[in-house]
């Protein structure tokens, strides 16, 4: 059995020959930078390079000889890109290790040790505190309270650093020829690997709500202002739907799954009331996964961080339409 077959069958809920691994085919199932820098040396592999993909959650990408070693099944399409050596420049952790970013991100440390990352327009957007393993979001674009409409909301998106610091393969979106070039280094991938290909979309509604109002807002506002929720929630349903109709166009017959990811709740339970997901967020996320049902080939993998136990009612009901895997 091959390592597609054996994710495939996994999440087909048939018997693989044994059970498939992954390390790295989304930030979900990512290593941090600093535990990377550990396992290499603890192989004795210290000659790898730490190269730090997400930089938000400072997340380093697997290098092939990590993948082999441990045979792994699934690879993240994003590993495709930035390829080059001039894609890339050094940094130094908070430990001290020599690590690299990608050369588009060039945060700013002062002199207490902090680090500040700035936006296209030089606001800063994101802060990594003295001997911090992450950056945090530093600005909330409608923190103040709704506008009447979503006119602002593609320039509010911008704003936030999840959007503006993508990690691959989107930090080359904008790029003359990225769908071109994202079908055929999957075809490659594809071919050359003989593994499970991971397209990693987002699509997330809940956390996008906590990334433009910030968390205690948005809990308020689900029962508070459910209006202006549902307007802001179809507003990303939109650009997400147009950001999965060029994914599908592109790779819907040649990736192997799409991850969808949005944390509904936490370690003991979920954010909200079972019924608010039934009425605010399951038709919206049933309007995407069956868009991608339709139009691609693509198993659809659901990533959140809530624990199962105290989140079977919600986990219900997630099951109940076109999620293959959770």
Same mark, same amino acid.
């Given at each position: 059995?091959?390592?597609?077959?054996?994710?495939?069958?996994?999440?087909?809920?048939?018997?693989?020959?044994?059970?498939?691994?992954?390390?790295?085919?989304?930030?979900?199932?990512?290593?941090?930078?600093?535990?990377?820098?550990? +396992?290499?040396?603890?192989?004795?592999?210290?000659?790898?390079?730490?190269?730090?993909?997400?930089?938000?959650?400072?997340?380093?990408?697997?290098?092939?000889?990590?993948?082999?070693?441990?045979?792994?099944?699934?690879?993240?399409?994003?590993?495709?890109?930035?390829?080059?050596?001039?894609? *890339?420049?050094? #940094? #130094?952790?908070?430990?001290?290790?020599?690590?690299?970013?990608?050369?588009?991100?060039?945060?700013?440390?002062?002199?207490?040790?902090?680090?500040?990352?700035?936006?296209?327009?030089?606001?800063?957007?994101?802060?990594?505190?003295?001997?911090?393993?992450?950056?945090?979001? #530093?600005?909330?674009?409608?923190?103040?309270?709704?506008?009447?409409?979503?006119?602002?909301?593609?320039?509010?998106?911008?704003?936030?650093?999840?959007?503006?610091?993508?990690?691959?393969? *989107?930090?080359?979106?904008?790029?003359?020829?990225?769908?071109?070039?994202?079908?055929?280094? #999957?075809?490659?991938?594809?071919?050359?690997?003989?593994?499970?290909?991971?397209?990693?979309?987002?699509?997330?509604?809940?956390? *996008?709500?906590?990334?433009?109002?910030?968390?205690?807002?948005?809990?308020?506002?689900?029962?508070?202002?459910?209006?202006?929720?549902?307007?802001?929630?179809?507003?990303?349903?939109?650009?997400?739907?147009?950001?999965?109709?060029?994914?599908?166009?592109?790779?819907?017959?040649?990736?192997?799954?799409?991850?969808?990811?949005?944390? +509904?709740?936490?370690?003991?339970?979920?954010?909200?009331?079972?019924?608010?997901?039934?009425?605010?967020?399951?038709?919206?996320?049933?309007?995407?996964?069956?868009?991608?049902?339709?139009?691609?080939?693509?198993?659809?993998?659901?990533?959140?961080?809530?624990? +199962?136990?105290?989140?079977?009612?919600?986990?219900?009901?997630?099951?109940?339409?076109?999620?293959?895997?959770?």
């Amino acid at each position: 059995m091959t390592s597609r077959e054996r994710v495939l069958s996994a999440i087909d809920h048939k018997e693989p020959d044994k059970v498939p691994v992954d390390l790295g085919s989304n930030p979900s199932s990512g290593i941090s930078a600093i535990a990377y820098g550990n +396992l290499i040396d603890y192989l004795d592999k210290s000659h790898l390079p730490i190269a730090i993909y997400d930089v938000v959650q400072q997340l380093a990408e697997p290098d092939e000889e990590i993948i082999e070693l441990f045979d792994i099944d699934v690879l993240d399409l994003g590993r495709t890109f930035n390829a080059d050596p001039s894609d *890339w420049h050094p #940094t #130094t952790l908070v430990n001290g290790r020599q690590a690299l970013y990608p050369s588009w991100f060039n945060p700013e440390k002062n002199d207490e040790g902090e680090y500040f990352a700035r936006n296209d327009s030089g606001e800063i957007i994101a802060k990594m505190p003295y001997k911090g393993t992450f950056f945090d979001q #530093t600005v909330f674009p409608w923190i103040d309270g709704y506008p009447a409409n979503n006119d602002t909301l593609d320039e509010a998106m911008s704003m936030v650093l999840w959007q503006a610091f993508a990690h691959s393969p *989107w930090d080359k979106g904008g790029e003359e020829g990225f769908w071109d070039r994202l079908r055929s280094n #999957t075809i490659k991938l594809r071919e050359e690997s003989g593994k499970a290909v991971m397209m990693v979309a987002g699509c997330n509604l809940f956390e *996008w709500g906590t990334f433009i109002r910030r968390m205690d807002n948005f809990l308020m506002d689900l029962h508070l202002e459910r209006a202006s929720v549902e307007m802001m929630l179809d507003g990303f349903v939109e650009r997400h739907l147009q950001s999965l109709e060029r994914i599908c166009s592109a790779v819907g017959d040649v990736a192997d799954i799409i991850r969808f990811g949005d944390d +509904l709740g936490m370690i003991n339970g979920p954010f909200m009331d079972p019924q608010i997901y039934r009425d605010i967020f399951k038709p919206r996320h049933k309007i995407m996964t069956d868009y991608v049902k339709k139009h691609s080939k693509m198993k659809i993998l659901l990533q959140c961080s809530m624990q +199962l136990k105290n989140s079977t009612v919600i986990y219900d009901q997630v099951r109940r339409f076109s999620i293959d895997s959770i």
